[in-house]
């Protein structure tokens, strides 16, 4: 054999791998600048959309502008403006503005058309969690004893609620404590004015909570417990059960068997461009690498952790991109068909109680309550949420 031919046969072998390597990431077509929405600086989520920013930055040159939110609706409205394309926003944003319940049910807002692109499913939990001191351990030793009850933010609220539920309690059965926030929340653990909050694992204020005199316990959400999930998953659909391994107290020797749900969540709307949510999605999976120990929980991005038969459904775009990628099956298609076909009635519903006159905004809500649920439970879906 001739080296002088198996040496150039080689360099050609791997100049053709550069070129194909090359055009694989001339596939991904964004413009140079993209903008999401995401939670408030400092936050878990905008910690990840920064790191993912460096990534696109990197890979393709393409620079991520992150627009800080302070609620649900102050990360939504950019994206719903067109201001941005896209957000990484939590089960607020994403599902609840999907059912317009809460602060989605005003009249300037209603069901919001929410299309996903990726969920993040890491090692972390979403959970209530309590002081150590405080005695709870399952989520039943709850009763009695203070939870905190956030002022103007529904969906931690209703997390507890149905968290609640998972042990036939309500909160007659606790002692309902507000706070103007959630920092607030996490902070009267410390202070001991109140017992139990709704967190993340890897948020800064579970570790102050774990460092303080009082410590921090995640009650247990026995999985094996069928009623008691039946009882939560009815009240928010959006729970699962998982075991988690990142955050304060936490690790692979030390997990909490929990409850949680995908933060964040890569939504838009259902208007946004096709090509665009395909090549966002594709640029997701092919930069991962570079952002996926960029912050904490990014490692829930990976393309083995996504979930395609969640709550919200997924944009045309980035089933385009899953299509190619063999992930997404047919079942994971129904699914989809029969989420949308839900907003449809829940937009048709929206259009009905628009129409109507009523003599205050409280009124509206009221009539907006009864229209919706009757609307979801005649098209065959369960209205989940009833009042608020």
Partial sequence: MN??????????????????????????????????????????????AVA?????KQKYNVSLRVLPGKNDVSRNLPVREGQVQFSANGVGGAYLAQEGVFE???????????????????????????????????????KGKRVAWV????????????????????????QKV?????????????NNQVDAAFTSSISGLAYKVAKSPRGLVYPVFAHSDKAGWARMQAMAPFFFPFMGTEGAELSKEKPAESATYPYPILMTYASQNTDLVYNMTKAMV????????????????????????????????????????????????????????????????WAEAKKASHADDKAFVAAWQKTRAAA????GFDPVTTSW
């Avoid at 070129?19 to 990840?48: E, M, R």
């Fill in 178 to 190: 507000e706070f103007g926030g959630f920092g607030a929340a996490m902070d009267g653990i410390v």
């Fill in 286 to 349: 092919e930069s991962f690498e570079l952002y996926k120990g960029g912050a904490p929980g990014n490692s829930g991005w990976a393309v083995e952790r996504q979930n395609f038969a969640w709550v919200i459904p997924f944009h045309d775009g980035a089933i385009r991109y899953w299509k190619e990628a063999g992930k997404w099956k047919p079942e994971h298609q129904a699914h989809n068909d029969k989420l949308i076909q839900r907003q449809q009635a829940l937009a048709a519903a």
């Fill in 3 to 48: 080296p002088v031919i198996t040496r150039a046969s080689a360099a050609a072998f791997a100049a053709a791998a550069a070129l194909l390597a090359g055009s694989a990431t001339a596939q991904v077509k964004l413009p140079p600048t993209i903008a999401w929405s995401a939670y408030d600086v400092g936050s878990g989520g905008y910690n990840q």
């Fill in 376 to 379: 979801l439970s005649k098209a």
């Fill in 52 to 56: 993912i920013g460096n990534a696109l």
């Fill in 104 to 142: 989605f049910g005003a009249p300037n807002w209603g069901p919001q058309p929410i299309r996903g692109l990726m969920l993040n499913t890491s090692d972390q939990v979403l959970t209530v969690v309590a002081a150590k001191d405080s005695g709870v351990r399952t989520v039943a030793d709850l």
């Fill in 151 to 174: 002022i103007g933010a529904p969906s931690l609220n209703q997390n507890i609620t149905a968290m609640l539920a998972f042990a036939n309690l309500t909160w007659n059965d606790v």
